[in-house]
């Protein structure tokens, strides 16, 4: 059974830095990206990064991030890494860790359009000015 853990959660001051972790355990199989999303109560949960996971690939970021979050994989492993920088008070949420499915040929350019079906528990990060 697939499984995600989050970590690397925290409280830090607006202009720090974080940096979340998430592992995938067990069969995978089909799935072939990995995704970021985050929520705060009473709002949708929002994508912020994804990366195709099965070799090359580009990954994709909302515009809220680009240039200030950086979703990476560790070499040859189902692990990906948030690198969080200049952090703002809005980018407060839980952070979720997804697990997909999308055709190679879509996913690979637009890691965004996969199917996200297996979810971790979330670890919360606070951004205080």
């Known amino acids: 059974q697939q499984r995600l853990v989050e970590s690397g959660g925290g409280s830090v001051q607006a202009g720090g830095s974080l940096k979340l972790t998430c592992t995938a355990s067990g069969d995978i199989g089909s799935s072939n990206t990995m995704a970021w999303f985050r929520q705060v109560p009473r709002q949708e949960r929002e994508g912020v990064a994804y990366?195709?996971?099965?070799?090359?690939?580009?990954?994709w970021y909302a515009d809220s991030v680009k240039g200030r979050f950086t979703i990476t994989q560790a070499n040859g492993e189902n692990t990906v890494y948030l690198q969080m920088r200049d952090l703002k008070p809005e980018d407060t949420a839980t952070y979720y860790c997804?697990?997909?499915?999308?055709?190679?040929?879509?996913?690979?350019?637009?890691?965004?359009?996969?199917?996200?079906?297996?979810w971790g528990e979330g670890t919360q990060v606070a951004v205080f000015s």
């Open positions: 997804a697990l997909g499915y999308g055709p190679s040929t879509v996913v690979r350019t637009r890691p965004a359009g996969a199917r996200y079906h297996t």
């Open positions: 990366i195709f996971i099965k070799g090359g690939g580009t990954p």
